[in-house]
């Protein structure tokens, strides 16, 4: 429902879908490439049937996020901070 014509870019999304964060990514298709910061959950804690890993779901969301142009800044013990390396230069304006 976003007019994506109206709109440069997106500033910040923030995903929390209670570990399909990925999956929410995976789907978004070329929309992704028109936000500048991504603040997703890559890791619930082991919380559900069949989630990999810590280390692994790092390494799987930010191996996606590297291949769509999105370089990882910061991270915590469950989220990844992301940033558009093609829209870096509108931080500073």
């Keep these: 429902k976003i007019d994506w014509e109206k709109f440069e870019y997106i500033e910040f999304l923030k995903i929390d879908t209670q570990g399909n964060d990925i999956n929410v990514l995976r789907s978004s298709g070329e929309y992704l490439k028109k936000v500048l910061f991504v ?38 013990l469950v989220d990844a901070y992301f940033v558009n390396t093609n829209l870096k230069k509108k931080i500073f304006l």
């Design 39 to 76: 603040q997703a959950e890559y890791w619930a804690n082991q919380s559900y049937i069949g989630e990999k890993n810590r280390n692994e779901c790092l390494l799987l969301i930010r191996e996606f996020m590297k291949k769509k142009g999105f370089e990882l800044y910061y991270y915590t």
